[in-house]
């Protein structure tokens, strides 16, 4: 049961990675609140993305929180 809970959600995970990506390609502004609304999930669950993206080295904030933009590396 956990490998297949494990797994779900891995595939989940890359889902949600490639669908950030993908918003954050058409918008480089946009906020954790509007990608969680386009995503269908939490605004939490998008700031774990984003760790994620950064940690991975996919995607870089260039400036301030507020008036910053997202740039993808890969």
Do not use: M, P
């Not at 889902?15 to 480089?28: E, G, P, R, W």
């Not at 999930?41 to 260039?62: D, H, W, Y």
């Amino acid at each position: 049961v956990n490998d297949l809970r494990s797994q779900g959600n891995k595939n989940t995970t890359g889902k949600t990675q490639a669908l950030v990506l993908s918003f954050i390609q058409q918008n480089d502004q946009v906020t954790t609140l509007e990608l969680a609304e386009l995503v269908g999930v939490s605004q939490r669950t998008i700031e774990r993305t984003i760790q994620s993206l950064k940690k991975q080295g996919a995607i870089q904030r260039v400036g301030s929180d507020k008036n910053g933009y997202w740039k993808i590396l890969n």
